[in-house]
C-alpha cells in the first residue's frame, strides 16, 4: 500500500484523469471539512508533527478517527453512486485524503469497508480500483431482491393496517424530492430508507440487513447520461408514492402489479 499523507507529499491520482474537473469536496459533509490531517494522525495515539506519543486523553482522540472514518465512507458511497470514482480507476488513499482534508488512514479504512461491500478492489502497492457493474450483475442483483421483498411486501400488504402505511407518506415524499432535483446520492438514501421502513413492518431485523445491504450493492450506477438518469429516478420514486396509495387503499391487485414492476428496474 502507498505511504504518506495529505501532508506529506501527496503523489497524484494513480487513475488517468483523476478527479480531472470532478473534485469531490462538494460531497464531503462540512464537518468534516473542519477536521485537520493532524486530529486524525492523533487518534492512532502519536503526535507525528512532534513525534511524541500522546496519552492524556485516549478517549477523544478516538471517537475523532471514528467520526471521520465514518464521514469519509460517506462521502465515498455517494462518489460511487454519482460516478464520480470511475469505475474500473485505480485511485490512492493519499490522493483522496488529499480532497478531503484528512490523512491517509480513514480514507483506507473506508476503502477497506468498500471492499467488502464489492464496491472497490484493492490493488496492492498502488490503491483501490473501482468495480465495474454491469447490466447482467445489476440484473441479477435485482432478481435477488425480488425473491426476497416481493414475498413480504405482498404479506405486509394484506397484514398492516392503513394508518401505519400512512406513517411513511415522508419517506417516499423525500424520494420524489431527491429525483425532481436529479440528486443520485441522496435519492440513494432516501431509496433504501424507504425500502428499509416498509420491510421493518415485517419485525425481522436480520431479513432488512440483507435486504438493505443487497440494495446498496445494485446502487453503484451503470454509465448513463444526466438526463436518462433524472428520468430513471422520477420514475422509480414515482412507484413508490403509487404503492404507497395502493396500500394505503388495501387495493391487493394493484400492490402486487406495482411490487413486482418495481423490481424490473435498476434503481428500485
Known amino acids: 500500500m502507498e505511504q504518506g499523507s495529505a501532508r506529506e507529499g501527496v503523489r497524484p491520482p494513480y487513475a488517468p484523469g483523476a478527479y480531472a474537473g470532478t473534485p469531490l469536496t462538494g460531497r464531503v459533509p462540512e464537518q468534516m471539512r473542519v477536521g485537520r490531517p493532524q486530529d486524525a494522525e492523533r487518534a492512532d495515539g502519536v503526535d507525528r508533527a512532534r513525534g511524541e506519543h500522546t496519552h492524556s486523553e485516549p478517549t477523544a482522540p478516538r471517537v475523532i478517527r471514528h467520526s471521520v472514518r465514518g464521514q469519509v465512507l460517506a462521502a465515498l458511497r455517494a462518489a460511487l453512486v454519482d460516478g464520480e470514482l470511475t469505475p474500473g480507476q485505480v485511485y490512492s488513499a493519499p490522493a483522496l485524503g488529499a480532497r478531503f482534508g484528512v490523512s491517509a488512514t480513514p480514507v483506507r479504512e473506508a476503502m477497506q469497508q468498500l471492499a467488502t461491500e464489492g464496491a472497490v478492489e484493492v490493488v496492492p502497492n498502488r490503491g483501490f480500483r473501482v468495480s465495474e457493474r454491469g447490466p447482467r450483475e445489476l440484473a441479477e442483483l435485482a432478481e435477488v431482491r425480488a425473491l426476497i421483498e416481493v414475498p413480504v411486501m405482498l404479506r405486509l400488504a394484506r397484514t398492516v393496517p392503513a394508518e401505519r402505511w400512512s406513517a411513511l407518506r415522508p419517506l417516499a415524499d423525500a424520494t420524489v424530492t431527491a429525483a425532481a432535483v436529479g440528486d443520485r446520492a441522496s435519492y440513494a438514501e432516501c431509496d433504501r430508507a424507504f425500502h428499509r421502513a416498509v420491510l421493518a413492518l415485517a419485525g425481522n431485523e436480520q431479513l432488512v440487513a440483507i435486504a438493505d445491504e443487497l440494495h446498496r450493492r445494485s446502487q453503484w450506477p451503470l454509465v448513463a447520461g444526466p438526463a436518462t438518469r433524472r428520468a430513471d429516478l422520477?420514475?422509480?420514486?414515482?412507484?413508490?408514492?403509487?404503492?404507497?396509495?395502493?396500500?394505503i387503499a388495501q387495493?391487493?391487485?394493484?400492490?402486487?402489479?406495482?411490487?413486482?414492476?418495481?423490481?424490473?428496474?435498476?434503481?428500485g
Open 234 to 247: 422520477l420514475a422509480d420514486a414515482a412507484e413508490h408514492t403509487a404503492l404507497l396509495d395502493a396500500l
Open 251 to 267: 387495493d391487493l391487485t394493484v400492490v402486487q402489479a406495482l411490487v413486482r414492476e418495481h423490481f424490473t428496474g435498476a434503481d
